[in-house]
């Protein structure tokens, strides 16, 4: 037992800080090959990054494993390219698969019954995407420069935004869960990506537990739910495979000032066997 806790101390730490490279960049270079993000969710970038800022500022607080923290800016960095990559290849909502892009995107047809204020992270232009992440940052650096200098008030601040970065990160697989569930596949989800999610859990769960450096019990907590969430994307991806999606694409953001002889229209590209027209672009399976 003392061999593999030693090596866990060493494997872990490694593994934890390039998987995010590793497992997100083959997922990068699969959606800019295929030129479409369609079957990707974007809250996947959204809660990674949230998630991996918060970890940063709950560091001077806390003072957890260093690996920890090297593993927050790894995924700073790959997120934020996967992020671009998703925006510039996002699919038209008439396009196959094209409102898997955008996750809880069945919140306008009543299937979840709430639709997100102000269409958050839904937005059509690359611009806000880029604004919110920018006032996120520099919203919790006026708060640390603020709240440091109390100690006081401070370790319980530290506490609060690692509490919700951690819990933020913890709920990464929920909407690739919805996604899959609703289009009944795991089509654009690569399977590297879901392999280093189960394999990383096994060696978070063995080293938080088993480690002699610092690991508050936030990561421990949220790191189990993840866990869980992980296991049920693994059932789905063994029920579903990588078949086509069965779910009727939906015209999620109709332009409501458009005027008609200016809005493209989604039925001219060519007719299928079965009499129905694919939208251009569209390969006919």
Same mark, same amino acid.
């Given at each position: ?7 866990? *101390? ?6 934890? @800080?390039?998987? !995010? +490279? ?62 671009? +990559? ?5 699919? #038209?909502?008439?396009?196959? *698969?094209?409102?898997?892009?955008? #996750? ?8 979840? *019954? ?15 995407? %880029? ?17 440091? !200098?109390?100690?006081? +008030? ?6 609060? +935004? ?15 869960? @919805? ?9 654009? &989800? ?6 280093? %999610? ?9 080293? &938080? ?21 992980? &296991? ?12 086509? #999606? ?8 109709? #332009? ?18 079965? *009499? ?10």
């Amino acid at each position: 037992m003392r061999f593999f806790t030693t090596l866990a *101390g060493y494997a872990a730490p490694i593994f934890l @800080i390039t998987s !995010p +490279i590793l497992s997100y960049s083959d997922q990068a270079v699969s959606m800019h090959r295929a030129r479409s993000s369609a079957g990707f969710s974007l809250d996947i970038p959204l809660i990674m990054l949230v998630a991996s800022i918060f970890r940063v500022f709950y560091y001077p607080g806390a003072k957890f494993d260093t690996a920890l923290l090297i593993q927050s800016f790894c995924n700073i960095f790959i997120q934020l390219i996967l992020l671009k +990559i998703a925006l510039d290849h996002r699919p #038209p909502p008439s396009s196959k *698969g094209g409102d898997a892009a955008l #996750p809880f995107a069945g919140a306008q047809d009543g299937l979840w *019954g709430f639709q997100r204020p102000y269409n958050f992270w839904q937005w059509r232009s690359p611009k806000p995407y %880029w604004q919110f992440l920018l006032a996120l940052f520099i919203g919790l650096t006026i708060l640390e420069l603020l709240l440091a !200098p109390f100690d006081s +008030i401070y370790p319980g601040y530290s506490a609060l +935004i690692g509490y919700i970065g951690l819990s933020v990160e913890a709920t990464l697989p929920l909407p690739q869960l @919805i996604a899959n569930a609703r289009l009944r596949s795991c089509k654009g &989800f690569r399977f590297s990506v879901l392999a280093s %999610w189960l394999v990383g859990d096994a060696m978070k769960m063995f080293w &938080f537990f088993t480690s002699t450096s610092e690991i508050p019990w936030a990561f421990k907590l949220c790191g189990i739910f993840q866990a869980v969430c992980d &296991f049920m994307l693994g059932v789905q991806y063994l029920m579903y495979g990588d078949q086509q #999606p069965t779910m009727k694409a939906q015209q999620m953001w109709p #332009p409501a000032a458009a005027k008609p002889h200016l809005s493209p229209s989604p039925y001219n590209g060519r007719q299928t066997p079965t *009499g129905r027209r694919t939208p251009v672009g569209e390969k006919t399976i």
